[in-house]
């Protein structure tokens, strides 16, 4: 009964080009969605969120999209480097979980030099 | 200028021997967490503190425990481990529960391994 679901395990993406993340959830009363980011031997870092009000939210390179309809959100990397390759984890959030935090099993980007 | 430590990071227990992992925090924040992820797999969720405030969750198994002696400090106690619990736990902190006001900060991890 996973309720947030990230489908691709893993992701190899040419350094410049585009890195797209997908996360996926069950339940609507998520309403707010975050994406850490984790490199080896570190814990998760915060990277950037969105709210269930928005449909966009951009900090630099990295843009969340929220398509609330179909219960999906993705993450774009533009330009990705090297140095973005890491675990990427899609987490959501609500008052019915008490704003605790729901998270995806993760993605490993590599961006290949 | 570490901000949430756990120790040890590596921990080897054996089945049934009962094994506390030690979790750290320099930024005064309200709330501590305690995930286990096993390979993977999502981070769950097992409890948090509110200050002293204990907050269990409800599919978190009875032999996990934890102990919060002072706003620095939270201790992961598991009474008598099994092979499945082997595992990665993360412990994480936030000023408050409210996701989309705090973020949270995790450490590193300790890596638990039963034999």
């Known amino acids: 009964d996973q309720q947030v679901k990230q489908n691709s395990p893993s992701l190899s993406v040419q350094e410049g080009r585009i890195s797209i993340l997908n996360c996926d959830y069950t339940n609507s009363m998520f309403d707010y969605f975050l994406w850490y980011k984790k490199y080896p031997a570190e814990g998760p870092t915060f990277l950037i969120s969105i709210s269930s009000i928005k449909d966009k939210n951009e900090d630099g390179r990295f843009t969340v999209f929220l398509n609330k309809s179909a219960k999906h959100l993705s993450l774009h990397i533009v330009p990705s480097q090297p140095g973005d390759s890491a675990v990427y984890f899609c987490a959501a959030s609500g008052m019915e979980y008490g704003n605790k935090l729901v998270f995806g099993a993760g993605t490993i980007l590599r961006v290949k030099s | 200028d570490a901000m949430v430590i756990q120790n040890p990071r590596y921990q080897v227990t054996q089945f049934g021997k009962p094994v506390t992992l030690s979790c750290s925090q320099t930024l005064n924040h309200n709330v501590m967490y305690w995930y286990q992820q096993k390979s993977s797999q999502a981070p769950k969720l097992l409890f948090h503190?509110?200050?002293?405030?204990?907050?269990n969750e409800a599919d978190t198994p009875d032999n996990f425990q934890s102990r919060r002696p002072n706003t620095s400090f939270c201790f992961l106690d598991i009474r008598s481990p099994g092979l499945g619990d082997a595992a990665m736990y993360l412990c994480a902190t936030s000023r408050t529960l409210a996701a989309y006001q705090e973020t949270q900060y995790f450490g590193p991890g300790t890596r638990l391994l039963v034999l």
């Open positions: 503190y509110y200050d002293k405030d204990f907050n």
